[in-house]
Nanobody
Framework: QVQLVESGGGLVQPGGSLRLSCAAS????????MGWYRQAPGKQRELVAI???????NYADSVKGRFTISRDNAKNTVYLQMNSLKPEDTAVYYC????WGAGYWGQGTQVTVSS
């Protein structure tokens, strides 16, 4: 089993920044893609950004140029730097990791962008 723990959410004003972190623990050998998804009230969960252990990073069009995903393989941690935040970025942000075809989710962290 893989456990994912997110941190770094909170309340921020429009135009502000937040940095999310997600640390993986447990049976982490073989972890491949790590990433972030989000779910706003009344909407489906959507991809924000994903980063494989080696390969091309993908971003949702809505966050390109504002969000940056990165990972530290030595720490089994993935980060999401969010800049120029907008009210429409408000959502619960979930970390996800895949390992040998299986997917694992974190518990989620709330991000609220409001003045």
């Amino acid at each position: 089993q893989v456990q994912l723990v997110e941190s770094g959410g909170g309340l921020v004003q429009p135009g502000g920044s937040l940095r999310l972190s997600c640390a993986a623990s447990g049976s982490i050998f073989g972890l491949n893609v790590m990433g972030w998804y989000r779910q706003a009230p009344g909407k489906q969960r959507e991809l924000v950004a994903i980063i494989p252990k080696a390969g091309v990073i993908n971003y949702a069009d809505s966050v390109k140029g504002r969000f940056t995903i990165s990972r530290d393989n030595a720490k089994n941690t993935v980060y999401l730097q969010m800049n120029s935040l907008k009210p429409e970025d408000t959502a619960v942000y979930y970390c996800r990791a895949t390992k040998w075809g299986a997917g694992y989710w974190g518990q989620g962290t709330q991000v609220t962008v409001s003045s």
